[in-house]
């Protein structure tokens, strides 16, 4: 499938149930980490950002939205790590619903690294 058409389905299943598992997500985080495709990279962190920036909120409700920003950085560059560019990962990729809990525990991760420093 080409990728503008996998952006706009997952920005549709986004919409309808964030959390939920979707197929054209999944396939877009894949091409992004497995495949290292920075283009479906670029995709997933812009339709995720919201995401991001809202559990960021919901911890420190408090915090200014340029900390907040610089923060989600973190989670990002966190986030992609622990998915290094591996073509044989292909074959047991994680479903969209694993990666959301995963993309949650670096924003946990991140924020308690930041209250440590």
């Known amino acids: ?5 996998l952006i706009q389905q997952c920005a549709h299943c986004l919409q309808k149930a964030p959390t939920d598992d ?5 396939e877009l ?5 497995a495949d290292g495709n920075d283009s479906a990279w670029d995709a997933a962190v812009g339709l ?6 809202h559990w ?8 200014a939205p340029a900390a907040a ?18 073509p044989t990962f292909v ?6 619903a694993t990666l959301i809990d995963d993309l949650r ?3 946990a991760t991140t924020i308690a690294n930041q209250s440590d420093q």
């Open 29 to 33: 985080l894949r091409r992004a980490l």
């Open 48 to 53: 995720l950002w919201p995401a991001i920036l």
């Open 69 to 86: 920003t610089l923060l989600g950085y973190a989670v990002v560059r966190q986030f992609r790590s622990h998915y290094p560019h591996r």
């Open 22 to 26: 979707c197929a054209a997500c999944r």
């Open 105 to 107: 525990r670096c924003v």
């Open 1 to 5: 499938m080409p990728l503008n058409l």
């Open 56 to 63: 960021i909120y919901l911890a420190l409700p408090d915090i």
């Open 91 to 96: 074959n047991a990729f994680p479903t969209f």
